[in-house]
Nanobody
Framework: QVQLTESGGGLVQAGDSLRLSCAAS?????MGWFRQAPGKEREFVSA????????LYADSVKGRFTISRDNAKNTVSLEMNSLKPEDTAVYYC???????????????????WGQGTQVTVSS
């Protein structure tokens, strides 16, 4: 079974950029990024197909965040630009079961999750 490890979070000022990475130990999966603020439900951020040809973004991050993957290195990245205080959350990467080929916005459709990395954006 795949194991996922996120990295790259930190404390930044509004308008700054961060690049998150997710290292996978298993096969190539449809991957998603989600975030969860304290007391809030887990929220979809972005997703990418196994080959990287199709991407999906939440309206709140479209134009600011970019998802990409490097299957040779078995990593998925999320470049976050123009960060806002409302982007503050723990960010998780997740993998869909191998039988699925399409990205999804629903957390329940992903069955493997990383431990998360904290992103804090101050004003």
């Amino acid at each position: 079974q795949v194991q996922l490890t996120e990295s790259g979070g930190g404390l930044v000022q509004a308008g700054d950029s961060l690049r998150l990475s997710c290292a996978a130990s298993g096969r190539t999966y449809v991957m998603g990024w989600f975030r969860q603020a304290p007391g809030k439900e887990r929220e979809f951020v972005s997703a990418i197909t196994r080959g990287g040809g199709t991407t999906l973004y939440a309206d709140s991050v479209k134009g600011r965040f970019t998802i990409s993957r490097d299957n040779a290195k078995n990593t998925v990245s999320l470049e976050m630009n123009s960060l806002k205080p409302e982007d503050t959350a723990v960010y998780y990467c997740a993998a869909r079961p191998l039988s699925y080929s399409l990205p999804s916005v629903a957390p329940s459709t992903y069955n493997t999750w990383g431990q998360g990395t904290q992103v804090t954006v101050s004003s």
